[in-house]
């Protein structure tokens, strides 16, 4: 009997999802109901399971998703998350530039007990 294939299989509506699965003996995402919050697969017996999560997991870019990636990087003269769904920005080093404050500052700290 061959290996059960491993790698994706990602089709997007549940038709060919269903085919998939049954034909591999896997579970299978419909990355067509994909959002930002949910991921939905077919299972071999034909049921259906969505996994549910309680923040933000991925977001659209265009056509595709990508997964939200917090990884600070500097892009602009500015500090941006890589992936994120809000437009978050931060200033490197500000604490250089007349008005501004920087964006943390361990000197305002109380001290540790």
Known sequence: MPA????PAEPPDFVSAQLT??????????????TETTSTFVNPDGTVTVDSYAGIR?????ETWENVDSTL???DGKV??????????MSPRSSTVP??????DRRRC????
């Open 21 to 34: 699965a049954r034909a591999e003996k896997r579970s299978i995402e419909v990355t067509g109901e994909r």
């Open 80 to 89: 941006v998350p890589k992936v994120a769904k809000a437009g978050i920005v």
């Open 99 to 104: 008005g501004r404050s920087p964006l943390a």
């Open 73 to 75: 990087v500097q892009a």
């Open 110 to 113: 109380p001290p540790r007990s």
């Open 4 to 7: 059960a294939p491993t790698g």
């Open 58 to 62: 991925r977001v659209r870019r265009g």
